[in-house]
């Protein structure tokens, strides 16, 4: 059955009950608004907002519950660039009236079942019909420490740089099921003194600047230690985008305690100095900035 | 020029600084994350996600400042619907890569003007191309105190029914100039056990079925009484929608005084009593539930 078919309030009459929802929702998906406790004391509010555009950033041949998967991890991956942990979120559905509704409820599951991978509650949302291609927006709010956000400022010159993980090949099929490195940038900043941090999302060429930019210092990356996903070339692990990998600069002082520290914790996930922050505030190397860009015309 | 010309962070660089931006935002636009002080202990924290989409809710010759306008001021209508307080709000814009870029800032001056009308900071957001329509997604933050919010839920048998303002005509262009009505749900509740609420966007026909479902009661509306925009019929004031006026029960006990009062605190709304819940959980009058529905195929 198509969308048209169903209806709105069928439709959310289906997708509502199932949406995983915690105690500190006292008003959840239905109202006009959405009503939720407010973090403790001590802590500050985290709000991030993302969205997938069909032939942007999935194929119309897409499973559903990879998209659903992606467009809810997104957004959660932006909070373990801050070191902040997620509670609630509201999706904006955005799709054509023709849409197969059984196609929106797999959606839902990945939805659903990123959410609960950490905990968070959908606690509302809404849909709009299109003539054009489906969107999904995906908003969430949740809390942080006042002394352990986060961001990326703060970086200083002679700072080690840091990568989970491996770097390229995402377009094959990681990009859809990857998973937020928030366990590991909550115990990153538990242990040591972060002094900046984000998401690998457009690929290290273009997100590397970004965060030097932030910090206003330059940078330098030892190319041969870059940590590549097997079968792929520094120019994937640059340029390709969606890693979905922390990028952290630290004092040097730290780095050894912390990759041995690291290797007893996360002994399954890499841990990779790739290079160091510096003082000349510059970019050297031309294959960085040549990440995804959204808008820009390719060189 | 055109966004595909200035890029991305070239667009955001010219954006950012003219956001409006509260005190209460350590991190505002432009990292990963942003951060915000939570609302004080007592308080409920209260979302809301809303968007436009051309071609469905606004047209491609439409201003873009209205359109702008229109993104923000409809979830915080459903802030007036909450009797909260909106703060914080996330802007997702999806446009093609082939936009005018002032078209965007135009767009952005609109939400921006609005944003500063009821003083909330816009304190981050996202932007994607698409190959399809324009849509803006606006998620917002805010507060309410834990003894005051209002909700569709908790209209009782024997309640009185009033709207604020004139009902239909607003695709004519009350629909992208409209003012959320804060201020008057704000004192609504601090003055009157208000029982159940909710602001009308898809029209009486559908809205008022939609809060004696949540309610768990009947309505009858006296049909003479709807207070009509001038040049509007009865159907109009039923199924056009985006009046974004007020609905809300109250009981009968309190409308006297609700109405003197009103009338001197704002002289220039009108308020209108327009029928009352009862106990037959039922909808006999064939005009309802003939707003504007999405999805639903028109019959």
Known sequence: MILKALGE????GQLLPRLPLAKSVPVGAGDDCALVKPPAGGNLLVLKTDCLVEGIHFLSRT????????????PLSDFAATSALPQFALITLIASKETEAEWVKRLYGGL???AKRFKVSIVGGETSSTRGPIAISVSVVGFVEKDRWASRRGGKDGDDL?????????????????????????????NFPVHAMMDLSDGL???????ARASKVGFSVEMENLPLTRGTKIDNAISEGEDYELLFAISPRQSKRLQKDWRRKFPKLLLTRIGKLNSKFEIRNSKFSRGYVHFQQSS
């Not at 309030?9 to 959310?12: A, K, P």
């Open 9 to 12: 309030d069928r439709l959310l």
């Open 162 to 190: 840091f990568v989970t993980g491996r770097l390229g090949g995402a377009s094959r099929a990681k990009h859809l099921r990857f998973m937020p490195r928030i366990a590991e940038s909550r115990w990153l900043t538990k």
């Open 205 to 211: 060429g273009v997100d590397l600047p970004r965060l």
């Open 112 to 114: 659903c079942r990123a």
């Open 63 to 74: 499973a559903p519950q990879d998209v659903g998967w992606k467009a809810m991890m997104r």
